[in-house]
């Protein structure tokens, strides 16, 4: 019994398979054969473009991969499109990186070269903090259509460029691979360890000033610039609060982000207000920090320990 059944299911797959490209009637399918690519940044080579370097006049270079994963194209471009920041406007520019190349193939990309390749960019000083980067493929077929992952653009009616759509004719999302890489433009950030802080605050309520108030707080690594603090103010509610009204040890833990060295943040405290960081990572790896709420007001040193 187990076996007829197995039996029928296999031809009912194969009935609806046939109906599905051809019912008979006038909705028949034409099928056709697609191809996608599977990009890959090189390992241990940056997964961003440098402000950091580029600013001090460092040389930046990209390195990545690019390989068919599925298809059968008879010409390759790899493709780069530049979004600038929605700051600076949100251009989207568009730029064939290199052509009729053969796949697979290790690949590298400078800033100059980055310049060079979208005719938007004058100088490395045109890549601004918060643009993007992105390179995928253009592939064209042997019956002559070409498959992009990433939009053509177009002019919109404020003479800006934007993708068609947001992604091309071709696969641009899915598990098996990776079709489109991204470069963000930002800093590297390594600023997670345990810090001594020394705090000169004042508070609310009458309570005595601290000056040089120190505490130790905790700053945890999230990734991609974001940190876990243990305690947000540093201590300066310990130090102002904690004798008279008990409130002791971490007031409020909370997220920060370091953009290029700029930190800034805000979490509710344990009192119903929120506590604002913010700070500037110093060249030595030392912090300079400013907290306000509606408790206290004060400037902080943290230093790495």
Known sequence: MKRIQKILCALVAVIFMVSCEDDGGTSKIELEDGAAPDMAISPN???FIDLLSLEAGEAVNLQYSADVAQGNPTSIDIIGVYTKSLASGGDVYRAVLASDVTLPQDFSLSDTEIVSAFSELNSTDDIG???VLSISTR????????????APTVESSTGTQVPVGGTGTNI???????????????CPSDIGGTYLVSSTATGCCGVAPITDYEFTVTVTDNGGGSYSLSDMSGGMYDGL?????????????????????ELSGSAADCCGDNITFEGTVNPDG????TITSGFVAGTSVWVKQ
């Not at 064209?140 to 992952?149: N, Q």
């Not at 999302?173 to 890489?181: A, D, K, Q």
């Not at 971490?250 to 982000?257: E, K, L, M, R, V």
């Open 172 to 186: 641009a999302t899915t598990v098996l691979f990776t079709s489109v890489i991204n470069y963000p433009v930002s």
């Open 139 to 150: 592939f064209t077929m042997d019956d002559g259509r070409v498959l992009d992952i990433i």
């Open 45 to 47: 080579t940056p997964a």
């Open 286 to 289: 030392s912090w300079n920090v």
């Open 241 to 261: 609060f904690c004798i008279p009204f008990a409130i002791c040890g971490d007031a409020s833990g909370g997220n920060i982000t370091d953009i290029c060295n």
């Open 129 to 131: 903090l918060g643009d």
